[in-house]
């Protein structure tokens, strides 16, 4: 039911940028696209979000298409302790599904 | 801040008892969630708040009950434990949920077990 689609898992070199997909082809005027993150035996950890244009925080950078069907999380140097399930979600007022994620592995 | 805090972390039990999982937050946030995980899934919508007094269902509510009396707590209600309960459940806590915009903060989980 969840409304996105992921790759189920990526590979990384540590200290190489990571491009996380997502697409989200049914995606309405007003679902914001978000992103979690879960460690290991942690809960989620929110990483960014954004509506129409791209985004940046500490932790990443958020890329969102021009027609909003798809969109890139950005990890720009991956470190170990990013390897975790990688949740894309699009929120609007009253739903927010998670779907099975992206499991990021991070190679030394 | 503690931030979300749910006790206890980890729990077995046995089929047909009940119990409380029990949910924190002190960051003064009105809206507060319940999800249950279940090995190699994502997390799914048991209940919500939206304030003190008022809840309502998510995605799967059957076997479970809450209550919000106050802003900082939102208890939630096993009855009848059954197999199927068996998971890791995550409380949750945001500012306002209408616009959408708003991130949630999750506790690190209850591991509940039933045998």
């Known amino acids: 039911d969840a409304k996105t689609t992921q790759p189920n898992s990526m590979e990384s070199n540590e200290e190489e940028p990571v491009h996380l997909p997502c697409n989200h082809s049914?995606?309405?005027?007003?679902?914001?696209i978000h992103w979690y993150r879960q460690l290991p035996s942690q809960g989620p950890e929110y990483v960014i979000h954004?509506?129409?244009s791209n985004v940046n925080n500490r932790m990443a950078s958020l890329a969102i298409a021009e027609d909003r069907k798809s969109s890139t999380l950005i990890l720009h140097r991956a470190t170990l302790r990013d390897a975790a399930v990688y949740y894309c979600i699009l929120r609007d007022v009253n739903d927010m599904r998670f779907g099975a994620g992206t499991r990021l592995t991070v190679k030394p | 801040n503690a931030g979300v805090t749910q006790t206890p972390k980890f729990r077995i039990l046995k089929i047909g008892q009940s119990m409380t999982l029990q949910c924190a937050q002190d960051m003064n946030h009105n809206y507060m969630y319940w999800y249950r995980q279940d090995p190699g899934m994502g997390l799914k919508l048991i209940y919500y708040?939206?304030?003190?007094?008022i809840t309502d269902k998510g995605e799967v509510p059957n076997g479970y009950n809450v209550s919000r009396s106050t802003t900082e707590d939102f208890p939630l209600r096993l009855e009848l434990a059954a197999p199927s309960q068996t998971s890791v459940y995550f409380c949750?806590?945001?500012?306002?949920w209408g616009q959408g915009g708003e991130p949630q903060h999750f506790g690190d989980g209850t591991r509940l077990s039933i045998l």
């Open positions: 949750a806590s945001s500012h306002q």
């Open positions: 708040s939206v304030g003190a007094g």
């Open positions: 954004g509506l129409t």
């Open positions: 049914t995606i309405s005027g007003t679902d914001y």
